[in-house]
């Protein structure tokens, strides 16, 4: 069971979440990322991909070697090293968290100037998740909130928004199948004792109010 956990822990990460939001949007509601062909679809998929996982991690992954190498030459205290790629400490979350908030806010810049009208509701979703990140990062600065949580969340209040704003009936199933990841994605780093209850529960509401607040009043 632990192991199963684990798993779900990776695959529902924060970081992948935007990338899971891409796919049940180009397939289910093809009204908000009207993009028709396969092509197109694969390569913008592959695109989110790379900006909102593969480079934030790349960057945490950088932070964690020069860190850990700095830490060893200068044989520093705990503060804010990390000892371990998974952070499992809140002192350990703050500059990687803080990293990965910055390269959203870049995205998020870089959309509302860029991003063609067709796809408006991309400015949207990266605000949102920007602004996740940031509360996350600030209240990890004093207490271990569930980042987890909060992508997951996050995700589900995306999905109902645009659910009712756009009127997309085909997200239906998504959304419920959103709905029981959420629980079983809370379970899991419960069970893992990660987090407490309060915390899980935390996390998920700031992600869930955030993301569907902001898709019901700018989407």
Known sequence: MRNIAKIISVLLHPLLIPTIICVVLICYA???LPITSIKGQIEFT???FVITFLLPLFAIFIYFFW???????????????????????????????????AIYASITY??????????RILPIVFGSITMCLAIVTFVTR?????AHSAGVAGGLGFLI??????????????VLTFLILVGILMS?????????????????????????GSMLFFG
């Open 110 to 119: 870089f959309l509302i100037y860029k991003a063609p009208y067709s796809l």
């Open 46 to 48: 592959l695109f989110i």
């Open 161 to 174: 928004g645009i659910y009712f704003k756009q009127e997309e009936l085909t997200l239906f199933y998504p």
């Open 142 to 146: 004093f207490w271990k909130i569930s």
């Open 188 to 212: 899991s780093r419960l069970y893992l004792n990660c987090h407490t209850p309060l915390q899980v529960i935390a996390g998920a509401t700031i992600g869930f109010c955030i993301c569907l």
């Open 30 to 32: 093809p009204s908000a």
């Open 67 to 101: 860190n850990k190498g700095f830490k060893n030459m200068e044989n520093e205290s705990e503060g804010l090293f990390v000892k371990s790629i998974i952070m499992e400490s809140r002192k350990e979350r703050i500059i990687p968290f803080t990293i990965t908030t």
